[in-house]
């Protein structure tokens, strides 16, 4: 895990380096040092610009999405005991979506967007969860039931904003929002997805422990003196607000939630003491290295969303060959 975080900090060392305008590790480190020192008259004006507010921002954010996303599909896959959900498995995704959708057709502005894209991911996991207690028996199907139907009713919506939008302006504006990017995050943003997220991953790590009581079905956590009812509403709510907070600013990024927990019970078993943190780590990596492949390896943009779809297809069909599942 030690090893997981050093190249983590050396792939964010060269993720500053990387662009358009390269940027030598020398210039980089004598940046850093003038800050230290209090001294950046002698830094040129354009890299300072390049590091603190174009790609300072988007390495931050890739870090916190990728990390927040995967420690989100392990929360869900222990919640569920099932290894192929991911974490909008209960419309958290499709409801920020369509938030973003509503922002985007109205012209509403782009911090606006973000807020209502958060907001109606909240509001989605908060329908589902309300609809899924009417189911007396078994919670976890009332769950993913639930969580189908709403998230089925918000694609719809999606679809409605994109089938009434202006063709020219609007509807290219939602098409490319829901592939999923980078490429638009600035400092402000931070604001918006660092709070939620540190405080989903903080929830995530304190209850780590107990997903190993989860996974072995709710009667046998119960006699463990594990407050089921308690933790899942906990998972829930953790697993919501890292998840709607990186929808509302990167668009819908698939295949992270699903793909690295997978990897990161290869690398440390089942214990999910050690899954949890593994695949923040892992997953944090895992983005930023398609971020900085999705703004260097072609003239335009590539959006994110479809690189890790592109990536992460093919790495699950490879851990079904390899591992299978019944």
């Known amino acids: 895990m030690y090893l997981l975080f050093i190249f983590l900090i050396i792939l964010i060392i060269i993720s500053f380096t990387i662009g358009r305008y390269p940027i030598y590790p020398k210039e980089l480190f004598k940046y850093l040092l003038s800050i230290f020192n209090g001294n950046i008259e002698n830094i040129p004006s354009e890299i300072i610009t390049i590091i603190t507010q174009i790609r300072a921002p988007r390495i931050i954010a890739a870090v916190f999405v990728g990390a927040a996303l995967s420690i989100a599909g392990s929360n869900y896959q222990a919640l569920f005991q ?24 109205f012209t509403l502005g782009y911090s606006t967007t973000s807020f209502l894209a958060f907001s109606m991911g909240i509001i989605a996991v908060t329908i589902t969860y309300l609809v899924s207690l009417k189911f007396k028996i078994d919670r976890i199907l009332g769950l993913v039931l639930s969580g189908m139907t709403i998230g089925s009713i918000f694609s719809a919506l999606i679809s409605f904003i994109k089938l009434i939008a202006d063709t020219d302006n609007t509807l290219p504006s939602i098409t490319y929002w829901l592939m999923g990017s980078l490429a638009s995050t600035k400092i402000g943003d931070l604001k918006l997805i660092i709070p939620p997220v540190t405080l989903g991953i903080v929830i995530s790590m304190i209850l780590k422990w107990r997903m190993n009581l989860l996974t072995m079905g709710e009667e046998e956590a119960l006699t463990m003196g594990v407050n089921v009812k308690v933790v899942r509403l906990l998972v829930v709510v953790s ?80 851990l079904i060959f390899k591992k299978g599942y019944d």
């Open 82 to 105: 099932n290894p192929m959900v991911s974490p909008d498995i209960l419309g958290a995704s499709q409801g920020a979506g369509f938030g973003a959708a509503l922002g985007l057709f």
């Open 239 to 318: 697993t919501t607000l890292m998840t709607s907070a990186c929808v509302s600013i990167t668009g819908m990024i698939g295949w992270v939630g699903l793909i690295i927990p997978h990897f990161s019970r290869i690398l440390v078993g089942n214990d999910y003491r050690f899954v949890v943190p593994t695949s923040g780590l892992v997953g944090a990596t895992f983005l930023l290295i398609i971020d900085n492949i999705a703004r260097t390896v072609a003239t335009s943009e590539i959006p994110i969303g479809i690189l890790t779809s592109f990536i992460g297809a093919p790495l699950f069909l490879y």
